[in-house]
């Protein structure tokens, strides 16, 4: 497989629709995980829920040291409310660009993990290759739902030594990203006819001191040299059910971001102290990803990238959350980079693209890597 090969496998799968939700990952997965197979890995499907679909690729292995993982996601996010002049799942070009949903986040990283993958099969099949392991995803969109339940399946995870994340950086390796913890906050009042407001309790108002002390809230934790500090967002709120009623019921929707170093723990136990009698739904808790820019492999991978890319690689981290988060659970102590075709700036936008010519570099640098790896 050429390089050539990665653009129409991006095409092929933007072909299956696998917008999330509802995701519908599986068959997507099963293309992907069907060439890899082909190609004489050992292939593993996971399904967490029916049709809820990830894979787990792995070719050569060693004693030695553990393989090289790389990971993407199959599921894209929808195509919104504004109208696309491009057909999102039919891979229409112009020029150098290719138009989808997920052509930049992130079916072409997915397709240039995969081809970059098969490349290699044959030398990486040997004995005394520490090997690479395959991980494409279900579910990350929303919450990386899928890499969470992978996380808790460490047979069938095994090890690995390095991840590198397809995410889209226009190929610029990334050292890591901001953690997150995303919570619903639910407050309870007395329900009374709005004429006697003293015969109730106003869980609005409850709600609405909460999102005064969030505002006010101080992390007390240094900001980190390169991500900047951690903010904390209040993005919903909502309560009552009609202007004459004293609310019974409340909730706000919180969005924190984390830097590394931060005990999520703690900082939970302190939210949950100003938020006095509110019950806390946290329904994402992502640790921050960090790899020091000094380390040896993050060294070997910015002199790798840097004869492709051509310009001068500094640390920078993504914007963005990635499964690495829960990667790190099963693949502790990994360094982490995030590289992948997709512009990020065209992630979950309505005509997304991303260039073809980015594609082709992704599959060199992921075969640079992989060799570099395993020493072949
Ligand atoms: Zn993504």
Known sequence: MKAQDAVSLTRTLLGFDTVNPPGRERDCAHRAGQLLK??????EFFDYEPGRTSVVARIGGSEAKPPLCLTG????????????????????????KLYGRGTSDMKSGVAAIVVASINLSKILRGKNSPGI????????????????????????????GAIVVGEPTSNY???????????????????????????????????????ASL????????????????????GTMSGGSGV????????????????????????????KEILGDAQLDVFSNLNAVWTEPEKAWMQRVFELCKPILNEKL??????????????????????????????AAMAHQTDEYCRMERIGQSVAIYEALIRDWCGV
């Not at 082909?38 to 292939?43: I, L, N, Q, Y």
């Not at 505002?215 to 209040?234: C, K």
Request: hydrophobic residues 45%.
């Open 38 to 43: 082909d190609a004489g890995f050992s292939v």
């Open 314 to 343: 500094e640390a920078r981290t993504a914007p963005y959350m990635t499964d690495a988060a829960n990667l790190l659970k099963v693949y502790a102590g990994a360094p982490v980079v995030v590289l992948g075709p997709g512009e």
């Open 244 to 271: 004459n009623l004293v609310p019974d019921a409340a909730s706000i929707g919180v969005d924190i971001r984390t830097v590394p170093g931060m005990d999520h723990e703690k900082l939970i136990a302190r939210l």
């Open 215 to 234: 505002e006010a809230f101080q992390f007390g934790a240094p900001a980190h040299p390169v991500m900047g500090g951690p903010t904390l967002n209040v």
């Open 73 to 96: 996601h199959l599921d894209v996010v929808p195509l919104g409310t504004r109208k696309w002049t491009k057909d999102p799942f039919s891979g229409e070009t112009d020029g150098d």
């Open 133 to 160: 392991v395959v991980v494409l995803t279900a579910a990350e969109e929303g919450g990386c739902v899928g890499s969470a339940r992978l996380a808790e399946l460490p047979k069938l995870m095994g090890k690995a």
């Open 173 to 211: 390796p990334m050292v890591g990203h901001k953690g997150s913890i995303k919570f619903h906050a639910h407050f309870r009042g007395v329900s009374a006819h709005g004429s006697m407001p003293q015969l109730g309790v106003n869980a609005i108002y409850k709600a609405a001191k909460a999102v």
